[in-house]
């Protein structure tokens, strides 16, 4: 007779080797596993609740492949990509280049997890979470193959990080970090519980949804197919931190008020821009900021308060931030076009100018005066005054252009010197962050520090684009090729 699941599951997953040729210190190195100074019996309370055995994964996940592959098949043969919106087009050029390989290094971190996670029960989810990455990887990789007949800018779903475009050093460089440089410990909280059960929240779930309602069936489904893969694997920071709360709280809050800042600046980059910019008026379901309020914002102060953790410092800049950082972001990226591989669109027609004054009652003070200047260069057909002369001027933690964390009312240097060099800062929360562990991020080189490093020839920007990997024709350009700034011209004629 069968045993039921439950017979047998506890036993099986927590399945442990006695080691005795080898001390447990050197099997599990606390510099990988993260467990210095929490006591080894500590981790019989890890727990996590998806009970997983190999044969519902497998049986569960053929499922799901079989359900993302028929609706790809079908869409593919009905001509569904001819008819999208262009400014949506760019949005999933945007989102596979910068996460379709951040899942491939995801496969690297859950591996870590399986080999060096401080107690079974870890290791044996990790090998779902594993699994879960290398599918992730394919179908991000299958979906942008099949569009390649379209548009070369597909190409970069597994080109993007084998190349040195500013944006994507910018990724790397955070995931490089939070997956590949952390211990288990660190990266459960940095990874599993802030980007993956927090972060991807909207860029999953709300771009699946905007997807779906621009008629993009097939990059919705793969959205949603992907996102119930993560909200499992996720759970491993709970557990992770409840560990944690009962023995070095003090690590806990600054490895997650970190985390917390630098996913939200990487997220103002890559999801804000297309929530509020990107994505079609009439097909718009949520602000970006509404989204953040209610799927990360609240999400997060319920989680703080349920382990006894406090708000990080910073808060209060945080919601600020919330309210300019993805303009600042957006406006930035468009001006510097000719450095993306997908095609930014501006978004401020009339309407959509309307509907981001209702959404952000002080866009219009912050950001609107920076586009009026632009509309009026570009309806002068001054296009060169539009497009820029050198690069970004780029923060040493993020990576990302200062100024771009906050309004334009709030601009100041923040810098310091550390072992005799000047380094930047995008927030004085992005140079605390930094000085918590400076050797961490010391001597990292952005596209700026390797411009003035001599490795960028000839040293303009013609040079940089070489550099980056831009070539023609993919060369970031307005997807509209300005049309939306007819009509302001059409409103000035009329007022003459």
């Known amino acids: 007779m069968l045993l039921n699941r439950d017979d047998w ?29 929490i006591p080894a019996e500590a981790w019989q309370a ?31 043969r009905s001509g569904t990509y001819e008819k999208l919106d262009p400014a949506h087009v760019a949005a999933s050029q945007l989102h596979m280049g910068t996460t379709c390989m951040v899942e491939n290094m995801a496969v690297t971190m859950q591996s870590r997890f399986c080999r060096f996670a401080p107690t079974p029960r870890w290791r044996n989810l990790g090998v779902f979470g594993m699994l879960d990455e ?6 991000d990789l299958r979906f942008a193959h099949d569009l390649l007949r379209h548009d070369p800018r597909f190409d970069w779903a597994q080109k993007a990080f084998h190349t040195n475009e500013w944006g994507v050093l910018a990724v790397k460089n955070f995931f490089d970090d939070t997956m590949l440089n952390a211990d288990c410990v660190e990266a459960a909280l940095a990874t599993s519980l802030t980007v993956e059960h927090r972060f ?24 949603s197919s992907i996102q119930t893969d993560e909200a499992r694997h996720a759970q491993q920071g709970f557990p992770t ?38 994505t079609p008026l009439d097909q718009r379901k949520m602000s970006f900021r509404e989204f953040m309020l209610e799927w990360v914002v609240n999400h997060h102060e319920r989680i703080l308060e349920d382990y006894g953790l406090k708000k990080p410092w910073y808060w209060d800049d945080f919601l600020h931030s919330l309210e300019n950082g993805h303009h ?46 632009i509309i009026r260069n570009v309806n002068e057909n001054a296009i060169e005054k539009t497009l820029p002369e050198t690069l ?9 252009p200062l100024g771009s964390a906050s309004s334009r009312h709030d601009l100041a240097p923040h810098q310091l010197v550390y072992q005799g060099r000047l380094y930047h800062f995008d927030h004085a929360v992005s140079q605390w962050c ?36 831009i070539t023609p024709e993919v060369m970031g350009e307005d997807v509209y090729h300005y049309s939306w700034a007819k009509d302001y011209a059409e409103a000035d004629a009329e007022v003459d």
Not at 214 to 221: H, L, R, T, V
């Open 9 to 37: 599951y506890d036993t099986s997953r927590d399945l442990e080797w006695t080691l005795s040729y080898v001390d447990p210190e050197v099997a599990f190195p606390a510099r990988w596993s993260g467990a210095q100074g």
């Open 46 to 76: 890890w727990d996590e609740p998806f009970r997983v055995s190999y044969r519902d994964y497998v049986r569960i996940q053929r499922e799901k492949e079989a359900g993302v592959r028929a609706v790809s098949d079908t869409l593919l």
């Open 134 to 139: 290398t599918r992730h990887t394919q179908l």
């Open 200 to 223: 991807t929240n909207i860029q999953f779930v709300a771009l699946a949804a905007d997807a779906m309602a621009a008629g993009d069936i097939n990059w919705s489904n793969l959205l």
């Open 241 to 278: 931190l409840a560990v944690l709360m009962e023995h070095d709280p003090e690590r806990a809050q600054r490895a997650l008020d970190v985390a917390f800042w630098r996913s939200t600046r990487l997220f103002q980059t890559l999801t804000g821009p297309a929530m509020d910019y990107y």
């Open 328 to 373: 600042a972001m957006h406006i930035g990226t468009w001006f510097w076009r000719p450095t993306l591989f997908w095609k930014p669109n501006a978004g401020v027609s009339k309407d959509e100018r309307a509907w981001l004054n209702e959404k952000y009652p002080t866009w219009e003070e912050n950001w609107g005066v920076l586009w009026d200047e």
């Open 392 to 400: 970004p001027s780029l923060c040493n933690l993020t990576q990302l």
């Open 434 to 469: 930094f000085e918590q562990d400076p050797e961490r991020y010391a001597g990292h080189q952005n596209i700026i520090d390797r411009f003035i490093d001599g490795q960028i020839l000839p040293p303009d920007l013609t040079g940089g684009l070489a550099y980056m990997g």
